[in-house]
């Protein structure tokens, strides 16, 4: 239930904007890594503080701090200082169970959002809550822990004349979300593989404990649904936005991302009608099976029904039964019995009963 229920109780009766860890801790130490971006030059550095990070702005250039690590509340607290980040906004940041949503505010905006992986090893997916802001010439990205999807995005950066080169924090924003919503197709193929697999194992009556199996996927699916849903409403706040920094040429290629979020969520309710299903898909391979087996186990005692009836009143030890003392009695209860069996047989073919 860890996907589920985080360490809410933490923050009971304490006032809101309240900064406590939610989830589970990472133990990982924060690091801050900045790029500053223009259409002519790009520089890479890690700083130790949010000062240093801030001092790195440069007009006409594209800030984007990237930092690991929200669990110290020390540094998120001088993030607060340092850009004019609410309270509460340090909360939703530092609060891993955050659903997606989107907040305007005068000098940025916030966005919160679901990073997902499968994980290989567990063969389930793997979440990580990662935040956003989006001001006019700065770009911050919070994340759980170090790694991330972005490594793409850091290439395209590096390269000259291209895009992301030549276009504002905006921009940025977009290409870090729709890096989020492409990484959740690896996902969306990895879970549909495995739902594939799992129904070719009922339908084969191969599949080793199923019902566990179809549960920890079904569980996975709602545990993206919960993830991704609300993802809709936040590319669409963007959309209907009137924020001075997201312009106008950048609502195509959020229309694209809105249409990606789309086509995630039909798969996942494709997957969650296909889990249902399955459960019925189970439940009537065993019917089946348990019906063949009573029909053969019926047919074997109905086939034993004559010769247990035939030899039951032979076995009786009454004095005055002619066939007991007959030469050719024994021959004749044998030949009885494989005529009927034979006789039964040849009906149930007949019959298509086997």
């Known amino acids: 239930m ?33 790029i500053r971006y223009s259409e002519h030059d790009v520089t890479e550095s890690r700083v130790n503080s949010v000062e240093e990070a801030a001092r790195l702005r440069q007009a006409g250039a594209v800030t984007w701090i990237d930092v690991s690590g929200v669990e110290d509340v020390e540094v998120l607290e001088a993030f607060g200082r ?28 916030f966005v919160a959002v679901k990073m997902l992986g499968w994980n290989e090893a567990r063969g389930d997916i793997d979440g ?78 191969r599949a080793e404990d199923p019902l566990s199996r179809l549960h920890q996927i079904k569980r996975e699916i709602v545990y993206l649904r919960k993830s991704v849903w609300p993802l809709r409403d936040v590319v669409s706040g963007l959309l209907r936005s009137d924020c001075t920094f997201v312009r106008e040429e950048i609502k195509p290629f959020l229309h694209d991302l809105y249409d990606h979020t789309i086509q995630v969520m039909d798969t996942i309710e494709t997957f969650r009608d296909i889990s249902g299903g399955l459960m019925d898909l189970h ?70 009963w086997i």
Do not use: C
Request: aromatic content about 10%.
């Open 283 to 352: 439940l009537s391979v065993a019917s089946n099976r348990m019906n063949s087996v009573m029909k053969v186990l019926t047919v074997i005692a109905t086939i034993f029904m004559p010769p247990t009836l035939l030899v039951g009143v032979y076995g009786m030890n009454f004095e005055f039964m002619p066939e007991l003392h007959s030469r050719w009695g024994y021959p004749m209860v044998w030949v009885g019995i494989v005529l009927v069996v034979t006789g039964m047989l040849a009906y149930f073919r007949k019959m298509r």
């Open 128 to 205: 990580e809550h990662m935040s956003v802001i989006l001001g006019e010439d700065f770009v911050i990205s919070f994340g759980e822990k170090a790694g991330d999807v972005f490594d793409p995005v850091r290439e395209r950066i590096r390269k000259a004349k291209v895009r992301i080169r030549k276009m504002g924090a905006d921009y940025l924003a977009y290409a870090l979300l729709d890096m989020i919503v492409d990484n959740y197709f690896g996902v969306l193929e990895r879970l549909g593989s495995d739902v594939d697999e799992l129904e070719q194992q009922l339908l084969d009556d």
């Open 82 to 109: 340092v850009f004019g980040l609410h309270a509460l906004v340090l909360e939703d940041v530092m609060n891993t169970d955050q659903r997606p949503k989107l907040e305007e505010h005068d000098a940025y905006l």
């Open 2 to 34: 860890t996907k589920f229920v985080k360490q809410w109780s933490r923050k009971a009766g304490l006032p809101p904007g309240t900064l406590v860890p939610v989830g589970t801790p990472s133990g990982e130490a924060v690091t801050i890594d900045v």
